[in-house]
């Protein structure tokens, strides 16, 4: 097992004597770097094969690249799996899959399966995710429910085999195409023929997406697979050869330096000659001249040469010798202390050790204060360090205590497979105890380590405890996507006996499963805490489930299913007395009313929703409050209050730190600009909401912005950038379920397409605009959507379907913001409609007089919000736009 360490920022072998450096490789890690640039500029997939012998560099050469990359592209995925003798056909291909879906060995099935349906449905969408879930979820032993097309298949296994890998290869190209995708294959010289046919595959297979796949093996594989280099056109072959005699010669070099001046030649002509160019062997072979007395340590640290013992130091043969007669050269107490320390990871500390040293040992009578056992361990490890097998570390994660590392992690490897599975339960849990008195401050990582060590030692009920706080530490820094996967691990965990706690974490969970976007689980979450509020009769926790599902519902456009919620909430607070549950009702209420453009009854909910909150004095429900009048002020033409009403909200929120409550705000005061025709200063200030929305995690507010910032192009006679900017908005939003959102989106497209002149693809993208708003009854959007219809319609010419199409989608707008009542809108409708009647050939006198109204009445509509000019000044409310996209508030 591999536990997470403490945070820390050296080398944990900064101390010893020096490791190998990375010499020699610049061909090669050039080769890496141009065959990934290659696939994310081109998108097509690349292929790197990294051939060398065991201890040659190939992990620490990975290593190296993957560290280059992270540090260089922030959006990227990396996966490695490693094949192991004696391991499964697809054991890599399933540590890849599990690390991608988050799938943990033990895990609840029920939770597991679910956490996977999400990330498969997020990344492929409606494309039959029945079937991806069934043959992509065997790879990683989980079943789901069958298809009638599986239940077709499943009795041909060749047939199933293929579709499996057609599957899993499908899978691969969707997910790069949302974020690159680099996929990694260590030690294919141990894989099975299955394990090796699947991968050829794969590299063989994949197409038109980012992906580079990087493979490392021993040089048999070309024996095993003469056809491997020919599996792909973009497949690079990187034979890692020992190190010449210069670049050998200058690693030695830098091994040596301990002794303070240059080395004697024949001190690095012999590790040369010997080690024949393996940087491994090469770091053993300065153990073995201090082990022989070549080399001899000083007080202060340096070294002493004495060439007279240079012909006592012998080199074992290979790596795997190497390992094997160091872990053989121990003390039988020596071996044992190790193998403890390998339990906890790549650091360990003396404290721990000692508490698993007293394991079975009875507990004195009177504890004097006799140390033995702490004098013993530190003397076994202060030889083990001298011997390089572990390296002190200067500081100590674990105040109070000394922290050690091993010196090599392939001999802490070998040393973890010897312990037994039982052994190695009891160390775990003993380590989780130890650690649970030690580490006080319960971070992030402190928290996750404390779980992983009590779930490997079968304490599931403290783990479950731990990833639930880790969860609740990710979610403050807003790491929405780990924070959901700390509260997926621990409910499945705790079982079901702490209700308080699993009340608590479904209702985090819900919130950051909504601010990534997953609608779905969301719904779910606020689902199960309904049940145990009602089960418990709680009637307040009751209203916060009932109001965070009609949240849910109202983001994602199904505006009466979030009534009913809503009203119910509402219900339950005030039974309950619970006036700040009674002031989120009455706002969330007022929104759905502003969504659906009764202005009026809006305002009335949220001003007596703001003045319970002033009496509450709760600044951040506050400035929710001013924000969310804000929008009904600005869509009901009231410029003035809109704009000080944001002013407000925003002022609040910077004062007390609500940075999604500030991009929120920052998004509507662009909306602003944006009327105001300022598209520059609109696009600026979206750009810092843009920024907030990004460190906070909120993927529903991105879309929005990246909607608006696409409008603002359009509008400003940029429609490639403006399509460019709303597909990364599409994008986000298809994975979302917020109809609304992804309707204006879809329009902002056509707008854009229109520009170019493209009718056809705009046709098709505002038809489905229009569709998704008459599905979510958003009456003021779909106004716009119906005004936009026109204008597309009316590009395609007089005569025909067209103009029938284009004078009723005009017509259509009017009438719902007549109904609406929102005159800012119904005088944009009846300009376009005007506009377009003017330009028919051979004008009847019927046409001319429609035109002729149609045109008087924006203009009276214009002349009334003159008065809203002279208040202010630089709103020129008299000349109207179209409104500012992607406005839908959140909670």
Partial sequence: ?????????????????????????????????????????????????????????KTRLLNEFLTKVRERERRVQAYRGAFRDGSSAFSAIQRILRARFGVFEGANPDATRETFRKTVSQALGDQRVTEFLHFLGAFVDLRFPESPFIRAVEDDPEQFSQLSRAVLRRFFEVDAQNTPLILVFEDLHWATDDGLALVYYLISTLSDAPILIVTTARPELSARRSDWFQSSASHTRIDLSPLGADDAA?????????????????????????????????????????????????????????LSRLDDAQLPLTVDDAISARISSLLPAERALLEMAATMGGVFWLGALVALGRIDKPTPALWGGAEDLVLHYRDLLKGLEAREYVVQLPDSSVFGDSEFAFRHNLERETLHKL????????????????????LTSRNEEQCELLAQHFEQGDAKRKAGEYYILAGDRARARYANAKAAEFYTRGLSLIGEEDILLRMDALHHMGDVQQLAGNNDDAIKSFRAMLEIAFRLDLKAKGGAAHNRLGRVYRAIGQLEEAMRHLGTGHALFDAAGDRRGVAASLDDVGRVHWMRGVYETAERFMKEALDLRIELGDPRSIALSHNNLGLVYQDSGRFAEALASFD????VRREIEDRPGIAQTLNNLGTIHQDNGDQDRAIQIWTEALEVAHEVGDRMRQSVILTNIGEAHY?????????????????????????????????GLAKAHMLIHDIRTARDYITRSVALFEQSRGKPFLGVALRTLGEIAAAGGWGGEDHERAREAFERSIRLFEELGNEVELGRSCKACADFLATAPNQSAELKGLADKYRKRADEIADRLQKIERELPYVRVSEPTEPGIGQAPTA
């Fill in 419 to 438: 312990t037994s599975a039982s052994e190695m339960r009891r160390y775990h849990l003993v380590v989780a105890e130890w650690l649970e008195f030690k």
């Fill in 715 to 747: 509008r400003s006679s940029r429609p490639t950038e403006a399509i460019r900017v709303l597909k990364q908005a599409e994008d986000i939003s298809t994975t979302l379920g917020d109809r609304i959102l992804e309707a204006e989106i879809l329009r």
């Fill in 250 to 306: 200058l690693l030695m070099e830098k091994l040596l330096a301990p002794i303070g001046e240059e080395p004697p030649a024949e001190l690095v002509d012999a590790a040369v000659d010997m080690a024949a160019g393996s940087p491994y062997l090469l770091e053993q072979m300065v153990r073995t001249y201090l082990d022989s007395g070549t080399l001899v340590e000083r007080d202060d640290g340096s070294w002493r040469v004495d």
């Fill in 648 to 651: 407000e909200a925003l002022r």
């Fill in 1 to 57: 097992m591999t536990t997470a360490s403490i945070s820390r920022t050296s080398d944990p072998a900064a101390t010893a004597s020096p490791r190998a450096p990375l010499v020699g490789r610049g061909p090669e890690m050039r080769a890496l770097d141009e065959a990934f640039a290659r696939a994310f500029s081109t998108k097509k997939p690349q292929v790197v094969t990294i051939l060398g012998g065991p201890g040659i560099g």
